[in-house]
T-cell receptor
């Protein structure tokens, strides 16, 4: 069965510090993962992705790391800002590659 | 482009009533997805369409749920009869071909009392 799991429902971080959000997966056909960010009363928006040809992808303050042997990926935000406070979902394509399966989400709170 | 447009933004209805949620995808996108967000289950896929054809509806919880896409610019998700456990935020998303950067609508918050 294909699944992505986010075991931490919430995370609180001080402004300026690093936020680390984690995601574990069981099986992956494509070794391709995405992170989405969701503000209250809005739909999720695509943030960053990573594929198996890399173990790291960086976009400004956001970096995603992929550890295939551990079946684990993480999203690092540094430095964290209050505007980063949101729910973050990891996601992966299903085996057919035509839809995304999302984790349960982690609510990040960045305190000023 | 105005993005994916969902209506209504909020819906409060009584148990047993029919509820219809609407979605207008981004023009040119050939995939449309209906997701539901709950505290317990996170974001779960209900059904998706490719070129207006339903491809996978295995996530639809019960026969009370149905979805249609009569044309490329419109889709509906209907619940009949509605129950309190259907209360959730329902999202519509669209994408072009195999692009996984879905564009989500702002969602419809459904409350069934």
């Amino acid at each position: 069965d294909q699944q992505v799991k986010q075991n931490s429902p919430s995370l609180s971080v001080q402004e300026g510090r690093i936020s680390i959000l984690n995601c574990d997966y069981t099986n992956s056909m494509f070794d391709y993962f995405l992170w989405y960010k969701k503000y209250p009363a809005e739909g999720p928006t695509f943030l960053i992705s990573i594929s198996s040809i890399k173990d790291k992808n960086e976009d400004g303050r956001f970096t995603v790391f992929l550890n295939k042997s551990a079946k684990h990926l993480s999203l690092h935000i540094v430095p964290s800002q209050p505007g980063d406070s949101a729910v973050y979902f990891c996601a992966e394509p299903n085996n057919a590659g035509n839809m995304l399966t999302f984790g349960g989400g982690t609510r990040l709170m960045v305190k000023p | 482009d105005a993005g994916v447009i969902q209506s209504p933004r909020h819906e409060v209805t009584e148990m047993g009533q029919e509820v219809t949620l609407r979605c207008k995808p981004i023009s040119g996108h050939d995939y449309l997805f209906w997701y539901r967000q709950t505290m317990m289950r996170g974001l779960e896929l209900l059904i998706y369409f490719n070129n207006n054809v339903p491809i996978d509806d295995s996530g639809m919880p019960e026969d009370r749920f149905s979805a249609k896409m009569p044309n490329a610019s419109f889709s509906t998700l209907k619940i009949q009869p509605s129950e309190p456990r259907d209360s959730a935020v329902y999202f519509c998303a669209s994408s072009f071909s195999s692009n996984y950067g879905y564009t989500f609508g702002s969602g419809t918050r459904l409350t069934v009392v």
